[in-house]
């Protein structure tokens, strides 16, 4: 019976028992389960931050994990009226700093890669040794320093340190990329006139698009998270970013739990749009360039 | 006549190394010339630089040996900041201790789970699942650190927390305790958190290291009959060691610079029971304005990030193919 109901179609029905009984043999199905129960645990603390998001008091003390009805939705509204004030203060000093970052840190990373100007290798190295140097040694200075240059409390506190710093590793990964774009079309070029401007900006830059996108996103996930150097650089509350944002409304909100989540959710929200665009970018970036040492 | 003005021109150049060419000595100055412009290309990297990374590291090497309180005159003490530091101080000798474990448990983590889900996912069959998979391990890597941070805060609170809600779930009522509030747990709350220990990019470096192996070797190890759990140990995890290499050295200076985790979760409490020297720093400098004495345990840090890199990379041979 069954030869009669294959013949129809018999080579295509042999393939799929074929590749069904493959992948049960090569064990997919157990590592789906366990990825699957992996990836459940690393979800469950948004899963319940979602949940309880929608909560009023009561709710809460009622029953804490489970979804309840009615919704509260105006949870998000009173956590907006605080936190999107944070999340502007974040968005100007990540998207300034990314910008000065990744222009200042092509250029150089340019120079170093194309010229073999004397010197070269003394000024990478003197780049690359800051790679060793921890946040815990410069903090202190670092915050005198701004604070005899009277930046505390501006918006310069974080970008001007922001660029320096992140210049550092994108030089690195930059300089790297650069010297193994394929020399021969600058020859090309620069036989057609182009200058030294002009082969960096219409040939570099457009080859390197890739990578230059993976270091500008480390670089905003670096400051959108970082903590320590707001937290010490900025007492205003009309400048706080959003770490020390949420910081401070979760000691403001300490047992009015919904709203507080709420204002987790909306926190998040930003980044999951710039991942949402670029996690093609982002995973293959980090895939394929070979990063080990 | 004219070679030999040449020659009087550069004299000490020509001493130094007699081999070299005239062109090339007379080209170092010419060099530097027609490069200029890339000197001009450097300049803002390394005004920025110099202001607020060079200046700070040697400034905080250097005050490392003062006592140095704002509003008063440095005072230069030599060693007199690490004396009290190792002998007397012992908060920080406590805070050693327990940076120590979590480090450790932060590299034993990060060597196992993540690889062991860059493992699964290299493996699936279907190149679909595959990439949806490494998409939705990076996802929880964009929720930012705070968030993430204060609901672990969350899920150890001691009235409303998940931990404890689950415990009861189970009928273990009689382990409920506010586990960040307790001296007893706190520092193993801190070093816990975090389950299922599998960090989005750490699980993807791993993997790019794992699609590096080259298909004839993976080919050639099923003709051979290794397959499995053993090729994982013998051919797998030879082959990645820059990665894990990488990953190790990440590790340890996450472990060691980890403290603002402590600083959000406990501060350093209840007392100094989780302590750790980042954040006994933070203190010292912030709340008790003693920046001297906090630019020593900085150079402290600094030293053992230092020699511990330097050691993990010496020690573990990466060998490519």
């Known amino acids: 019976m069954a030869v009669i109901e294959g013949q129809s179609r018999p080579i295509q029905r042999l393939q799929l028992a074929d590749s069904w009984r493959r992948a049960w043999r090569s064990g997919d199905w157990w590592r789906q389960l366990v990825l699957l129960a992996f990836l459940f645990f690393m979800f469950l603390p948004f899963i319940i931050t979602f949940i309880i998001s929608f909560k009023d008091i009561p709710q809460f003390d009622h029953a804490p994990f489970r979804v309840t009805f009615p919704l509260h939705p105006v949870n998000y509204v009173d956590a907006w009226r605080i936190v999107s004030r944070y999340i502007y203060n974040s968005l100007i000093a990540s998207s300034a700093s990314v910008i000065g970052m990744v222009i200042l840190a092509a250029i150089a990373a340019w120079a170093f890669a194309r010229y073999p100007f004397p010197g070269r290798e003394i000024f990478f190295f003197g780049v690359l040794a800051l790679l060793m140097v921890p946040g815990e040694l410069t903090l202190i200075p670092a915050f005198l320093l701004v604070k005899t240059l009277g930046l505390l409390n501006t918006r310069w506190v974080l970008i001007a340190p922001y660029i320096a710093g992140g210049q550092v590793f994108a030089i690195f990964i930059l300089r790297q990329f650069f010297e193994a774009l394929p020399g021969e079309m600058f020859e090309a070029a620069r036989i057609d006139g182009a200058n030294e401007w002009q082969v960096f900006r219409h040939i570099g830059i457009p080859l390197s698009q890739s990578i230059l996108g993976v270091v500008a996103i480390m670089h905003v996930l670096s400051t959108w998270n970082d903590i320590i150097w707001p937290l010490v650089t900025l007492s205003s509350d009309k400048l706080m970013t959003l770490t020390i944002g949420l910081y401070a409304f979760r000691t403001a909100y300490y047992t009015i739990w919904g709203p507080l989540m709420a204002g987790y959710v909306i926190a998040s929200i930003p980044l999951i749009i710039l991942f949402a665009f670029t996690s093609r970018l982002f995973v293959e970036g980090l895939s394929s360039g070979a990063i080990k040492m | ?321």
């Open chain 2, 1 to 321: 006549m004219t070679t030999d003005e040449m020659r009087a021109t550069a004299p000490n150049a020509t001493q130094v190394n007699p081999t070299i060419p005239e062109e090339r000595v007379s080209g170092l100055w010419e060099r530097v010339y027609r490069y200029r412009f890339v000197y001009v290309m450097l300049v803002p990297t390394f005004v920025l630089l110099f202001t607020f990374n060079y200046y700070p590291a040697f400034m905080g090497l250097y005050r490392a040996f003062f006592k140095w309180d704002i509003g008063l005159q440095p005072e230069f003490l030599g060693l007199g900041n690490f004396q009290k530091l190792f002998l007397e101080d012992d908060v920080f000798l406590k805070s050693l201790r327990h940076v120590s474990i979590l480090t450790s448990w932060r590299v034993i983590s990060a060597v196992t789970f993540p690889f062991i889900v860059a493992e699964l996912i290299f493996n699936l069959r279907n190149h679909i699942h595959k990439y949806t998979y490494r998409v939705l391990i990076i996802l929880p890597a964009v929720v930012p650190g705070i968030v993430n941070l204060l609901l672990w805060q969350f899920i150890y609170d001691g009235t409303h927390g998940l931990l404890n809600a689950f415990l009861e779930g189970i009928g273990l009522e009689n382990l409920q305790q506010p586990w960040l509030g307790s001296p007893k747990t706190s520092l193993y709350a801190v070093t816990f958190m975090g389950f299922p220990w599998v960090g989005g990019v750490t699980v993807l470096i791993y993997l790019a290291g794992l699609q590096g192996i080259s298909d004839e070797i993976i080919d050639s190890s099923l003709v051979d009959g290794c397959s499995g759990l053993r090729r994982i140990f013998a051919i797998d995890i030879p082959l990645i060691l820059g990665q894990f290499k990488l990953i190790i050295v990440l590790a340890v200076i996450g472990g060691l610079q980890g403290w603002v985790a402590i600083f959000v979760m406990t501060a350093g409490g209840p007392g100094t029971a989780s302590m750790v020297p980042g954040l006994w720093m933070y203190n010292n400098a912030f709340l008790w304005n003693k920046m001297g004495y906090a630019s020593a345990i900085g150079m402290f840090l600094f030293l053992l990030i230092l020699s511990l890199t330097i050691l993990n990379i010496k020690f573990m041979k990466t060998s490519d193919v």
